[in-house]
C-alpha cells in the first residue's frame, strides 16, 4: 500500500504563489512517477503535470505555461508542485497521484490518490 497527503493549499491573492506537497508513505515514492491533478466544483478533474521517479523529466499541461513547477525530494518521500502567478481560474482542489506504469495526463494511469488540498485564488 502506499498512502499520500497533500498539504500546503490556502487562500491566495491573484498573482501569488504557493508550494503544495505530497508526502508518500508504506513505501518510498522513487518507485513511482507522480502526477498532479486538480477539480473545480462542477468540472472535471483535470491533468496539472507529473514528475519521473528519478526527478529528471517533468510533463506539463498547456495551460500550467511555465507557471508551475514539480519537482520531487526522493529521500523525504515527498513531491512538490510551486505555482506561481495564480490566477482566480487556478481555484480548485489539488490531488497528487502515484503511477505504477508510465507518465500520463489521464487520471486512469495512477494507481494511488491523496485526498486532495484546496487552493482559493482571490481576484
Known amino acids: 500500500q502506499l498512502q499520500l497527503v497533500e498539504s500546503g493549499g490556502g487562500l491566495v491573492q491573484a498573482g501569488g504563489s504557493l508550494r503544495l506537497s505530497c508526502a508518500a508513505s508504506?513505501?518510498?515514492?522513487?518507485?513511482?512517477?507522480m502526477g498532479w491533478f486538480r477539480q473545480a466544483p462542477g468540472k472535471e478533474r483535470e491533468f496539472v503535470g507529473a514528475?519521473?521517479?528519478?526527478?529528471?523529466?517533468?510533463y506539463y499541461a498547456d495551460f500550467v505555461k511555465g507557471r508551475f513547477t514539480i519537482s520531487r525530494d526522493n529521500a523525504k518521500n515527498t513531491v512538490y508542485l510551486r505555482v506561481n502567478s495564480l490566477k482566480p481560474e487556478d481555484t480548485a482542489v489539488y490531488y497528487c497521484?502515484?503511477?505504477?506504469?508510465?507518465?500520463?495526463?489521464?487520471?486512469?494511469?495512477?494507481?494511488?490518490w491523496g485526498q486532495g488540498t484546496q487552493v482559493t485564488v482571490s481576484s
Open positions: 514528475i519521473s521517479r528519478s526527478g529528471s523529466g517533468t
Open positions: 497521484a502515484a503511477s505504477l506504469t508510465y507518465l500520463s495526463s489521464s487520471s486512469t494511469a495512477y494507481a494511488y
Open positions: 508504506g513505501r518510498t515514492s522513487s518507485s513511482y512517477a
